[in-house]
């Protein structure tokens, strides 16, 4: 039978996305070949990958002047190349730390050049988010950095900086469309597909085609972006079996009514588990209210051994991924883009059922 | 109908491989989960890596000093980590010019810091390749570093420089597994899963822990080797699908009777192949016939129109990915691992019905 999967990355997948996957492994559409063994210069990979771009743009709304494309090393590797392409002699980067995810991001660039850490919430252990009208931008900035969705801590940026005269970079790897974005806000969007968009081991770019003009130059190939724009992510062999699956995911995310979709499942998904965690004081939410993340539900129970119990017990329901990350504990529900509504209704179901008999 | 592969690289993948991906696509061995969608932290992931290592050590015989593991970005990324990480100031690096690959690692060490070209066949068109036994390696060098098969020019070291003070670093990519190779002569081999062991996405690195110990310090977090050697390659979220592809692939190899068949099996196909272009002035090989590839077989007609007839008659046949490199021109037969040798065969017949026609 069929797990419930809550993990929070790599994360579940359409249904129909696997059955496609498997049905065209062998011989991808009838070609007598399959897409894991073609050349990633001939016309079929090629045709699957401009397929892939388009819709991507189309989903989005990516405006002409900026470039899209995949790279492999996950947004771990885009950690070092944006401060290595975009943190230049005689300024400064601006980063928000916010947790685990936007913390590695700012110890990367503090090895690279000259950092202003603008906000750091480590006093509240990274529940909060900075009010986004109030930050002060040093002089002289190359960039904006921000993390959209920490998955770790459980937060999600429900405004963004409007952009004046300093590009904003964000890392959006686990919410990316679960909700609409106004691509041209920013200057460089990039993040892991394995949350939202597909299975491990590409990383989106979208990136405004004029950044290319401001970054450090004479970079070894593989961190220089413009390589990489110019060859629409195929300077070298791409990772291709993850961005077929992410084609597919593109698919999909279409068929069910595209971004504004998605929007409204996140809303409806995450709302059923906060109205339960509101519902009583058996359950706690660690986190700023007003910044919740709906991607990851972090949440507490009254003591660590009844959250090993809720662990314990969900597992015996097929209900996979539920404990907190090892660095905050407690427990965890990620609900991406491709977690079925009825999984989200099983595990209210199974809270409340838990908290008749535990509460 | 299936076609007949011959492409460089992304490239074939054996029929058995491809059909177990196949069925247990949706369902990973009876979990209830796709291995697409499983964490990596999760044990259904890693027990899988953990076969994958595994099988890797035995196959190559990867002594207990040595870490493995798979990162992304391709070796192109790794053009630049080997310099980050070993190119240690006050040192320099010896580099041997053969061809595309190597002269990219060696335009990146360039950049990083100061590079010794202890061999450069430029003047030959990248058609030779070093005496090993007379390469001169300059005190005080940090490492050696040589690529052991040229796919674009399609040359393959027959014996390489026997390691004595200096480290050598080795760039595998596209004939590892191919031939045994005592990997304890080496401090790293590296390379692109995606010719010889399995589908694009992933890199393998086999490292002699001791290197660690002689890095550059204070590294961005995914350059550096110490980190994820440590995490056997989980620092971050790996490349799932095309780590899953290499494991069957290894168990494929394994199967077939391991490397040491891998290499009987390259000379029988590749052999098949030269002794046609020795066999009459219609067909040329430009390269040194002392270290022809058996990867990687270049050959060249009398006319470029000839060459533009055989391939696309040979598209006819359902022969794909013989035309050369767009750099050199000419042919090309890929003939990787998983190539089998009635593709072989059935290439070499159509080679001497087309000379019967055209010559």
């Known amino acids: 039978m069929r797990k419930k999967n809550y993990f929070a990355g790599p994360s579940v997948l359409p249904m129909e996305v696997l ?16 897409m894991l063994e073609t050349s990633h210069r001939g016309g079929m990979f090629e045709k699957m990958y401009d397929d892939c771009l388009s819709t991507f743009r189309e989903l989005i709304h990516i405006p002409e002047d900026y470039d899209v494309y995949f790279l492999g090393g996950g947004a771990t590797l885009q950690f070092a ?4 392409n975009f943190l230049l002699p005689g300024t400064k ?7 685990t995810w936007a913390n590695k991001a700012c110890n990367d660039a503090q090895k690279i050049g000259d950092v202003a850490v603008i906000f750091d919430d480590k006093e509240n252990n990274y529940t909060h988010l900075p009010d986004v ?3 002060v931008i040093p002089e002289n900035c190359s960039y904006l950095y921000l993390c959209a969705n920490e998955t770790i801590g459980g937060i999600e940026y429900k405004k963004f900086p409007k952009r004046d005269k300093t590009p ?16 041209s806000n920013f200057d460089m969007i990039y993040g892991g597909v394995q949350k939202n968009l597909g299975p491990a081991g590409a990383t989106f770019i979208i ?33 291709v079996a993850a961005i077929w699956g992410v084609k597919l995911m593109f698919d999909w995310i279409k068929k069910m009514g595209g971004v504004e979709a998605m929007d409204k499942r996140a809303e409806l998904k995450s709302s059923m588990i906060y109205n339960i965690i509101d519902s009583s004081d058996f359950w706690r939410s660690p986190v700023d209210p007003a910044v919740r993340s709906r991607m990851n539900i972090v949440f507490r129970l009254p003591s660590e051994e009844l959250e090993a119990k809720f662990v314990e017990e969900s597992k015996k329901e097929g209900m996979l991924g539920l404990k907190g990350h090892r660095s905050v504990g407690g427990l ?7 977690c079925p509504v009825e999984d989200v209704e099983a595990l209210a179901a199974f809270m409340k059922e838990f908290e008749r008999k535990n509460g």
Chains 1, 2 share one sequence.
């Open 19 to 34: 059955q496609e996957m498997r049905d065209q492994l062998v011989d991808y559409e009838g070609n007598g070949i399959s």
């Open 133 to 135: 009208d109030k930050l």
């Open 168 to 183: 904003i970079i964000a890392d959006m790897s686990s919410d990316f469309m679960s909700r609409p974005v106004d691509v």
């Open 93 to 99: 980067a601006a980063y928000c730390k916010t947790g």
């Open 332 to 338: 965890r529900a990620s609900l991406y883009n491709a």
């Open 207 to 239: 990136m405004k085609k004029s950044m290319l003009d401001r970054r450090n130059k004479n970079l070894v190939a593989y961190l220089d972006y413009a390589l990489h724009a110019k060859e629409k992510g195929l300077y070298n062999t791409p990772p």
């Open 81 to 84: 190349m944006i401060p290595f």
